[in-house]
């Protein structure tokens, strides 16, 4: 789980920039508007609401950071419970800026870029389709958009995205 060296990292880091641009802009259509019920929304009785899902998309964000910075992976690893459905999108954001800001400075990882895409990152991005198929399933669905042409854009990682260009039902 050796780092990225500097040779030939450029590509790769804005390349892991622009998935956490993504992550911003997915992210933000799963939690922007979602009704008050939303959070303590269940499919089952032993299923993760919205809100333990969240808060647990924020720890891997902060996870990832914490990997990228040298912690052992099962040292950084610290899980905190759901706050408020306000506070946790927060922290979601918060995490993706901290992450990003920290490639934006040029700043190597101390685990690769592919491990920490094909570990916690990927988790992200499963969590928020997660997210957004409760969303359908609480009466408060997200609209589908055709991707390749959204206005994902590298370094606007925060609450407030483009909007979209093509949805559909």
Known sequence: MNGDSDEGLEPKRQFFRHILATIAYRGGKALRKAPE??????????????????????????WTLRL??????HAAWRPLAPSTWDSDVARFFKALE????????????AMSLEILFQGPVSDVITHIGQLAMLR????????????????????????DQAAPKREFD
């Open 37 to 62: 019920s939303f959070p303590a929304f269940r499919t089952a009785e032993t299923s993760r609401s919205p809100a333990q899902i969240l808060a647990h998309t924020a720890d891997l964000l902060e």
């Open 68 to 73: 990228s910075e040298g912690e052992q992976w």
């Open 98 to 109: 901290q992450l990003d800001n920290r490639f934006a400075r040029g700043q190597s990882s």
């Open 136 to 159: 359908r399933l609480a009466g408060s669905p997200v609209k589908g958009e055709v991707m390749i042409i959204a206005e994902v854009e590298v370094g606007r990682i925060g609450p």
